[in-house]
């Protein structure tokens, strides 16, 4: 099965081709104002529509309410949302159930411990996405470049299918692709320069990467 294949904070028309002409699978938009990948919804709404359906598109949000979350539907129209907070599985089952899309939520891994989250989101998400805890002196949820110890899913059985985030970047995704199985991945720092600054040919180079691990 091929791995799906998700670029994330992406703020600029350019990078945004870029990554759908490298074949990214989903395309992600931040609206997470603490980020340097925060897009307004002006933002959102000019992204989305040069989208025109080539991939699906992820607004990704960190403990977001309801009006939050209806103000950045209305200015992307996401295929699905990703919740990068702490959103217990009640609120993951009421955010599908209210706004009837699916929903991505984002698991934060540092120790076996961690494992314990799992069953229960996995009965009330559509998708599961495994980032690295961030650093303590951290304001973003995700997004630091760090990864965690991959081993920790090797051999991981779930109902549902998971990405992996965290630290990927072209030179070692092959690597977390061999050790956990993922159905998917997901990069953000892995193809910038600097915090929020993508790169085209770095982004072209991850798809590439994660495209030939996956033959």
């Known amino acids: 099965m091929s791995v799906v294949v998700k670029i994330c904070g992406l703020s600029t028309l350019e990078t945004l081709d870029a990554a759908l002409d490298a074949g990214a699978d989903m395309v992600g938009f931040v609206f997470f104002p603490k980020s340097p990948r925060h897009i307004t919804h002006d933002q959102a709404r000019m992204l989305g529509a040069a989208v025109k359906g080539r991939a699906s598109k992820v607004a990704l949000a960190v403990d977001a309410d309801d009006d939050q979350l209806s103000a950045i539907i209305e200015a992307l129209a996401p295929d699905c949302l990703q919740l990068h907070g702490h959103e217990t599985p009640e609120r993951v089952l009421d955010v599908k159930k209210r706004f009837g899309l ?16 799992i069953p229960l989101y996995e009965t ?3 998708r599961l996405l495994f980032d690295a805890k961030p650093p303590k002196t951290s304001v973003l949820p995700g997004g630091n470049g760090v990864s965690f110890d991959w081993g920790l899913l090797a051999g991981l059985s779930m109902r549902l299918p998971y990405m ?4 990927l970047d072209a030179g070692n995704v092959a690597k977390a692709l061999a050790m956990t199985g993922a159905w998917g991945v997901d990069v953000s720092s892995g193809v910038e320069t600097a915090p929020g600054q993508k790169d085209q040919a770095l982004i072209r180079g991850f798809v590439a990467a994660v495209r030939a691990a996956a033959v």
């Open 102 to 117: 699916p929903v991505m939520k984002v698991l934060s891994m540092a120790e076996a411990a961690d494992l314990t989250a």
């Open 124 to 126: 009330v998400a559509d």
């Open 164 to 167: 992996l985030s965290g630290g």
